[in-house]
């Protein structure tokens, strides 16, 4: 079956740095196009981070410039490197996965379950 995990989360000062990862089975990882996500408290899902099979990538205005989304494709795994974190960065961050190039939009497939940044 699917599965979408994610790691990396924690808390960091502001200003602070951190790199989340996805790792991934049961999917034909390459083939997939991946999102990061993220929800913040009392608010909806919001998509933070987007790259296609190609390789290209979208980014929300807020992180641009501060984030960049890789892949890679051996490792079946989706990484998203934050720099200059702020506390409005704060937030669960999901990855999400789907055979269609989705971008920012939330309909993705398959999700993670989440993992938790906190900078302050």
């Known amino acids: 079956h699917v599965q979408l995990v994610e790691s990396g989360g924690g808390s960091v000062e502001i200003g602070g740095s951190l790199t989340l990862s996805c790792a991934t089975s049961g999917i034909t990882f390459r083939s997939y196009s991946m999102g990061w996500f993220r929800q913040k408290p009392g608010l909806g899902r919001e998509g933070v981070a987007y790259?296609?099979?190609?390789?290209?990538?979208d980014y929300t205005y807020s992180v641009a410039g501060r984030f960049t989304i890789s892949r890679d494709n051996a490792k079946n795994t989706l990484y998203l490197q934050m720099n200059n974190l702020r506390p409005e960065d704060t937030a669960i961050y999901y990855c999400a996965a789907d055979h269609f190039r989705l971008n920012l939009s939330s309909g993705y497939r398959y999700w993670g379950q989440g993992t938790q940044v906190t900078v302050s």
């Open positions: 790259i296609d099979t190609d390789g290209g990538t």
